[in-house]
């Protein structure tokens, strides 16, 4: 293998976002030094491009360079706009959150906008040639938003179907996670032994890189020599009563699919809630319990009265959270399903959105069904911080 | 007296003896996936597929392993993915760190609408961005290319980044800066020399979340990375543990080689990461 190219190649990056750093903490650093030398700010001006140009433009050429230009200029283009313009005022925090904004204006808001242009326009296997040659594309309009709503992002499931299991999804997984999480929290929350100890175990879910903990769940849930199914099949042997009752292995990853990856997700994302729970637990303070305890209130009075709303708060953001985590979850049902031939019977939005575009080379109808998507999310969390809002003021 | 003190004792002890009990269930469903995995990676190759639910396995053996690390290109595609890692955990936390100062230290116009911005970016499903980011990438020719890989995650966990360490650099006192600029500093000499070694609890913790979201990604490397010398551990130990049985052994040795340092980080770092997840969750 070539490690000294691919060092080469990292490094020089790595190097020119340094650089970039460094330029604006050094000129900040000068803008208060010398701030009444007038010659200072020019030749800052013309110093760096032209270093700039001296090093990286021989060492490196190409696109590294045109970005680190194009991050020097907006860079420059700030500090012009607030001396002349502005006249030194609040220099230094914009300066400070530039190198940072810009980033997300290029890497989040430029591609958001781009998948909004992309979704009036007509860019699939066909048009990508054009595309890439001459940078332009068929207008279409709103076409492929009435095709989002009228044909399938995949072979078969419709959007409204997908829209029903996304719902269903993301429902009964963040249902089970607070319920878990939360049992879990109250267990943890006794003066018991190992509590530290315990508390790593159940982490571990989490803490595992979630592409093997889903491929190695994925491989449990395999018919024949899956976990879920030998246990079922040991049963089977011990009590052959069951078998009466309709108890017998089960081909989960092609007969339940959706099943399968939710039982997986739900897995996954119980140590999270059981986590932001046991820390607002903890926060109560004793002295509420032992007031009830004096009043003789029974242990499901207190979780009634006492427990359940002192951890609401703390909870309610992180169940927010779990909700969008869950509805915007591909990894799960990608890496159970996403194989060549694999089953969209487990499909979700977001998951069929990745499918239609890069299984299926629908690159501007899936921006389309991206917006879609966003749009739903984006009422979703306004209409939910609202009424979380307006409840925390009738407090 | 003494007799109900102890009823009331031994009603406690059996309560913690079904907890223990409740926990000790729970907890072993969380941990038995991982050992299965270390057992199958310890299976000689005629037995990978088998109903035995033994953790140490008839025959053990480091075959897979040694399969592993002579026969596939798991040992390069560890190096790509921490060569990318680093590269952005680096730029992230570097842009993080003077963001956030500038959150926690000053006041100007449009400071609460950065910050509703920073927040509100977060909603986006990430998955979404991948279309817009893999033409991009595209466009630039940066397809296959580490640099690709870097610019498309560099920028995926700043807005968290910067809140963490906002809420951090929130927690030192202001009077020490103030120290600084009377004995002569500059403002940014202040940061640079003071706030920035204060924070290096927080620095560290921006940097290994930057670290390990990388680190697992999949589904942006699944698009922009196509020959296999190029590959991230995911893409590889996806292909692994794909339709062949037969590799199903390296699969699971290469899940563990990944999977142990991980977890001893995560482990090591989560009293930190969780008190900042919980503590910007409270504020938002």
């Not at chain 1, 997986?264 to 004793?286: D, T």
């Not at chain 1, 890069?358 to 879609?372: E, G, K, L, P």
């Given at each position: ?170 429902f009964?997984?963040v249902f089970f996670h607070v319920l878990g999480g939360f049992i879990l929290a109250l267990m943890l929350n006794n003066s018991i032994?190992?509590k530290?100890?315990?508390r ?70 119980i140590?999270f809630m059981m986590v932001v729970i046991l820390g607002g637990l903890q926060s109560i303070s004793s002295s509420y319990y032992d007031a009830a305890d004096i009043d003789g209130a029974s242990y499901f009075q207190k979780l009634r009265y006492i427990t359940l709303p002192l951890v609401r708060p703390v909870m309610m953001p992180a169940v927010t959270l779990g909700t ?60 939910y911080l609202k009424s979380f809002d307006a409840a925390k003021d009738e407090r | 007296?003494?007799?109900e003190l102890?009823a009331a004792a031994?009603r406690k002890r059996l309560n913690h003896l079904l907890i223990?009990?409740g926990i000790?269930?729970f ?251 919980t503590l910007?969750s409270v504020k938002g």
């Amino acid at each position: 293998m070539n490690i000294l190219t691919s060092i080469g190649e990292v490094s020089w990056f790595i190097l020119l976002v340094a650089a970039g750093v460094a330029a604006l903490v050094g000129y900040l650093y000068s803008h208060f030094k010398f701030y009444s030398r007038s010659w200072f700010f020019p030749a800052v001006l013309a110093v760096f491009p032209a270093l700039a140009l001296a090093v990286f433009g021989g060492l490196l050429g190409g696109y590294a360079f045109k970005l680190w230009l194009s991050f020097l200029a907006a860079e420059a283009a700030i500090a012009v706009f607030f001396r002349y313009v502005v006249k030194g005022r609040h220099t230094v925090p914009y300066l400070l959150l530039a190198p940072a904004f810009v980033g997300l204006a290029l890497l989040l808001v430029y591609p958001f906008v781009f998948e909004v242009y992309l979704s009036f326009h007509d860019l699939k296997l066909t048009t990508i040639m054009m595309w890439k040659n001459t940078g332009t594309l068929p207008f279409v309009g709103i076409d492929q938003y009435i095709k989002v709503f009228t044909t399938s992002p995949l072979s078969e499931t419709t959007f409204w179907q997908l829209l029903l299991r996304t719902l269903v999804w993301t429902f009964s997984n963040v249902f089970f996670h607070v319920l878990g999480g939360f049992i879990l929290a109250l267990m943890l929350n006794n003066s018991i032994r190992f509590k530290g100890f315990y508390r790593t175990l159940l982490v571990i879910p989490w803490a595992m890189p979630q592409v093997v903990a889903v491929l190695a769940m994925r491989g449990e849930f395999h018919a024949t020599n899956g976990f879920v199914n030998i246990v079922i099949t040991r049963l089977l042997g011990f009590f052959p009563f069951l078998s009466h009752l309709g108890v017998a292995p089960v081909q989960w990853l092609t007969d339940y699919p959706l099943l399968t990856c939710t039982l997986i997700n739900i897995w996954l994302g119980i140590p999270f809630m059981m986590v932001v729970i046991l820390g607002g637990l903890q926060s109560i303070s004793s002295s509420y319990y032992d007031a009830a305890d004096i009043d003789g209130a029974s242990y499901f009075q207190k979780l009634r009265y006492i427990t359940l709303p002192l951890v609401r708060p703390v909870m309610m953001p992180a169940v927010t959270l779990g909700t969008v985590w869950t509805f915007n979850n591909i990894n799960v049902i990608y890496l159970v399903t996403g194989q060549a031939g694999g089953t969209e019977q487990a499909d979700i939005l977001v998951s069929a959105l990745y499918k239609a575009a890069f299984t299926y080379n629908r690159y501007s109808y899936s921006a389309a069904f991206a917006i879609v998507v966003f749009a739903m999310l984006f009422f979703f969390s306004v209409f939910y911080l609202k009424s979380f809002d307006a409840a925390k003021d009738e407090r | 007296m003494k007799k109900e003190l102890s009823a009331a004792a031994k009603r406690k002890r059996l309560n913690h003896l079904l907890i223990h009990a409740g926990i000790i269930l729970f907890a072993a469903a969380c941990v038995y996936p991982l050992l299965r995995i270390f057992s199958v990676s310890l299976r000689p190759g005629d037995k990978l597929v088998s109903m035995d639910l033994a953790i140490i396995p008839a025959g053990a053996t480091f075959i897979s392993y040694t399969k592993l690390l002579g026969d596939t290109m798991f040992l390069r595609w560890l190096w790509n993915s921490l060569l990318i890692t680093l590269a952005t955990s680096f730029i992230g936390v570097s842009l993080a760190s003077t963001a956030a100062y500038a959150f926690s230290r000053f006041r100007f116009p449009g400071k609460k609408a950065g910050m509703i911005l920073l927040l509100s970016s977060q909603m986006i499903p990430a998955g979404m961005l991948i279309l817009p980011l893999f033409l991009m990438i595209m466009k630039l020719k940066l397809m296959n290319t580490y640099l690709g890989m870097i610019i498309a995650y560099s920028v995926s966990s700043l807005p968290f980044s910067i809140w963490i360490l906002k809420g951090y650099y929130d927690t030192i006192p202001r009077s020490l800066e103030e120290a600084a600029l009377v004995d002569g500093t500059s403002q940014v000499g202040a940061f640079w020399r003071i706030i920035l070694p204060l924070s290096t609890p927080a620095l560290s913790i921006a940097f290994l979340f930057n670290f390990t979201t990388a680190w697992n990604e999949y589904l942006v490397a699944r698009v922009v990375l196509f020959s296999s010398k190029q590959y991230t551990w995911t893409l590889g130990l996806f292909e692994l543990q794909g339709q062949y049985i037969t590799q199903w052994g390296m699969f699971a040795a290469g899940s563990m080689l990944v999977t142990i340092p991980v977890l001893c980080v995560f482990l090591y770092s989560s009293k930190w990461l969780i008190s900042g997840l919980t503590l910007g969750s409270v504020k938002g």
